[in-house]
């Protein structure tokens, strides 16, 4: 009885020396690019985007009876315990649409297709086999899995918002806007390689995803930083940072049991959620000391120039009572 307390199946399993080594590697990741000076120009005004920039093109979905019958099945456990609360439908909204056409065309990328809860597996094939921005090889091998998934697994259906650099298209399927702008952030980041299939299949591999996505997601912040919106880099922390870690963990799921594989998801979740939390709380001790500054030197110059004022008021008296 007393030895129980020692047995190491039960104390430290595989399941859980994984999600630590996973979780220190996250977050390890994290506080590094955090601490790196990731930042935007500053960036063009709207109305000018537009006027300079190619259009960006939006394609909706037609509803579909199958696919939108089985995201109400995929959905159904989330209403339950949202009781609700879950989003109608995953359209974004205006605001979201223009945020995200800001983004594409600051960056040079308004020639990528944004696809809304679309659904053509036809016309996905004829644009991998029309994208010379990747080498054949790659289309005809990774790109063939891809587009394999992109069929038999919707993003429509299970609620992704990717990017897939072998057909050079934007998928948006959540109606979030931290979610497109890291699909669109990726986008980016194949943009800038010389070899865009081999990097995206080299990240695509078990232990490498964390790479592009901390890249993708830190991106997005230093977007939001520049735009001075509280409200999407705050998104950010709360949305992605988990979903991160979900992804950079699950890998490892591939050797371990139904079970394992749940319990790495949850703590994976935990990890990120915990680390995007601590980033917020740290911003915003950051935003209100910078507020607390500005404050305290406009008092500052307040100050100096009311003091500025009563002397030029005093030696327009002495000058008056001289005369």
């Keep these: 009885m007393g030895n129980a307390r020692f047995q190491p199946g039960r104390t430290l399993n595989s399941n859980t020396i994984a999600s630590i080594i996973l979780a220190s590697t996250f977050l390890s990741a994290s506080a590094g690019c955090a601490g ?7 960036l063009t005004p709207r109305d000018e985007l537009r006027e300079t920039k190619t259009p960006v093109a939006f394609r909706y979905g037609k509803p579909n009876w199958c696919l939108d019958g089985m995201q109400k099945i995929v959905e159904l456990p989330s209403r339950v315990m949202l009781g609700g609360r879950l989003k109608a439908d995953r359209l974004p909204s205006e605001e979201t649409r223009e945020v ?66 072998f057909t050079n298209t934007l998928h948006v399927n959540t109606g979030r806007l931290s979610d497109s702008l890291h699909a669109a952030a990726y986008a980016k980041d194949i943009r800038t390689r010389k070899t865009p299939g081999t990097y995206a299949v080299a990240n695509s591999l078990p232990g490498f995803a964390l790479w592009k996505t901390t890249i993708a997601v830190h991106d997005v912040v230093a977007y939001a930083q520049a735009k001075d919106s509280w409200q999407l880099e705050s998104g950010v922390y709360r949305d992605q940072y988990p979903q991160v870690a979900v992804k950079t963990m699950a890998p490892v799921g591939l050797f371990m049991t139904p079970v394992g594989n749940v319990a790495l998801a949850v703590s994976g979740g935990a990890v990120g959620y915990a680390v995007g939390r601590t980033v917020e709380q740290q911003r915003i001790a950051e935003r209100d000391a910078v507020k607390d ?31």
């Design 36 to 42: 790196k000076s990731q930042f935007y120009s500053k």
């Design 100 to 165: 995200l056409t800001d983004y594409l065309q600051e960056n040079d990328l308004a020639d990528i297709p944004v696809l809304v809860n679309d659904y053509d597996p036809l016309g996905q094939w004829q644009r991998l086999r029309e994208n010379n921005q990747v080498s054949p090889g790659w289309r005809y091998t990774a790109g063939v899995v891809g587009l394999v998934n992109y069929t038999l697994f919707p993003g429509r259906v299970f609620a992704r918002d990717t990017y897939s650099p």
């Design 293 to 323: 500054a500005e404050e305290g030197l406009s008092g500052h110059a307040r100050i100096e120039n009311a003091d500025e004022s009563r002397s030029n008021d005093s030696e327009d008296s002495g000058t008056e009572f001289g005369t």
